[in-house]
Every structure is written in C-alpha cells, then in structure tokens.
Nanobody
Framework: QVQVVESGGGLVQTGGSLRLSCAASGSVFDLNVMAWYRQAPGRERELVARTTSRGVTRYVDSVKGRFTIARAHPENTVLLQMDSLKPEDTAVYYC?????????WGQGTQVTVSS
C-alpha cells in the first residue's frame, strides 16, 4: 500500500508565493510519476504539473513560468513552488502518485489567493 501526504497551502495575496510538499511512502516503485492536480469549486480536477522519477517535467499552460515542480529529499518527495499567484489559482491541490499498480491520491490542501 502507498500513502500520499501533502503539506503547505494556505491564504496568500495576489502576487505572493506558496510552496506545497508531498511525500509518498510505503510500496513506492522506482519508476513512478508524481503530480499535482487542482480542483476549483464547480470545476473538474485538472493536472497542474507532473514529474517522472527521472525528472522529466510537464506543466499546464496557465502555470508555465510561475510554478515549478521538483523532486526533493527524502526520496519520493515532490515540491510545488508557486510564485506570482493569481486569484484563479485558488483551488484544492491534490498530490498524485502513479505507478504500475495504480493511482494514489493525497487528501488535498486548500490554496486561496485573495485579490
């Protein structure tokens, strides 16, 4: 079994920064993809950024140049640095780990950007 736990989030003003952290533990395979998704009220969950275990990253267009996803120590930890935040970034952010035996989700953390 795999456990995924997020931390970080909170309330910030427009233009501010926040950093989210996600740690996966348990039966985590060497080859995996860790990602951040977000879901705003009344909207579908969307992929924000992802990184493979080899460090290949991908971002949704709306966050390119503002958000950075990176693997960190200890192993199977991923950070999401969010800069120049906008009110439209307000959402519940979820960490996801995908590996060959399935998808694993964290409980979500709220990010609120005030205008």
């Amino acid at each position: 079994q795999v456990q995924v736990v997020e931390s970080g989030g909170g309330l910030v003003q427009t233009g501010g920064s926040l950093r989210l952290s996600c740690a996966a533990s348990g039966s985590v395979f060497d080859l995996n993809v860790m990602a951040w998704y977000r879901q705003a009220p009344g909207r579908e969950r969307e992929l924000v950024a992802r990184t493979t275990s080899r460090g290949v990253t991908r971002y949704v267009d709306s966050v390119k140049g503002r958000f950075t996803i990176a693997r960190a120590h200890p192993e199977n930890t991923v950070l999401l640095q969010m800069d120049s935040l906008k009110p439209e970034d307000t959402a519940v952010y979820y960490c996801n780990l995908y590996q060959s035996d399935g998808n694993y989700w964290g409980q979500g953390t709220q990010v609120t950007v005030s205008s």
